[in-house]
Structures are given as structure tokens and as C-alpha cells.
């Protein structure tokens, strides 16, 4: 079995910027990814409170994320959040040869 089964190439690590986030559409999946002193974090980019797609264009303060529109804030390691009850969905990484990998989980229905 290939270490990188379940995996999606995402783009190069030195292509994200640092403490600015980037969003990338993968099967259905918005995400938010952030590079936080060469680590990277990959997030849903819609928050759980409105449901609005702007999670990488939040405000960064150490590793939490709060988002633009209300500023609900979350951490980037965990999803947890910081001031409700409303976690973020957080993705599996690994970094390869300088790419970024995430384990996009697979739809079983689509209804």
C-alpha cells in the first residue's frame, strides 16, 4: 500500500504563503490552508457558524483562525473552538518531495 493512498496533491509547500491563507476547491471540499513557521494546517474554509466560505481570509494570531465575517475563532492544530461550540473540520496532511498532500475523504452518497 502506497503511504500516500487516500491522498490528494495539493500544491508545492513553498507556494503557501506564510501566515496568509489560500483556498483550493478539491471534490466538493472548499479548504483553507495556512503555513504557521513552516508547519502547515489545512481546515474546512467554511465556517460552522454562517456556513460563508472566507475561513483563508481570516485573522491569524498565533495558530488560531478567527473567521472575517463574525469572528468566531478556532485552532488550526485541532479544530477546536476557542469561544463556542462549533469546531472546525480539520484534514489529515503529509508534505512529500516539497508537496502538499490532504486526505480528502470519500463520499459514499451524494444526495
Not at 7 to 34: M, N, S, W, Y
Not at 56 to 65: A, E, M
Request: glycine share 6%; proline share 4%; hydrophobic share 35%.
Amino acid at each position: 500500500m502506497n503511504e500516500l493512498d487516500g491522498f490528494t496533491k495539493i500544491c508545492k509547500v513553498t507556494d503557501i504563503p506564510e501566515r496568509k491563507g489560500i483556498r483550493f476547491e478539491i471534490d466538493e471540499h472548499d479548504l483553507a490552508v495556512f503555513k504557521i513557521e513552516g508547519e502547515v494546517f489545512v481546515i474546512s474554509n467554511v465556517c460552522p457558524h454562517n456556513h460563508t466560505a472566507q475561513m483563508f481570509n481570516g485573522h491569524l494570531v498565533g495558530y488560531s483562525i478567527s473567521c472575517p465575517i463574525h469572528g468566531w475563532k478556532f485552532d488550526l492544530r485541532t479544530g477546536k473552538t476557542l469561544n463556542n461550540n462549533s469546531n472546525i473540520k480539520t484534514y489529515e496532511t503529509k508534505i512529500l518531495d516539497n508537496y502538499l498532500y490532504v486526505r480528502i475523504p470519500k463520499k459514499f452518497f451524494n444526495w
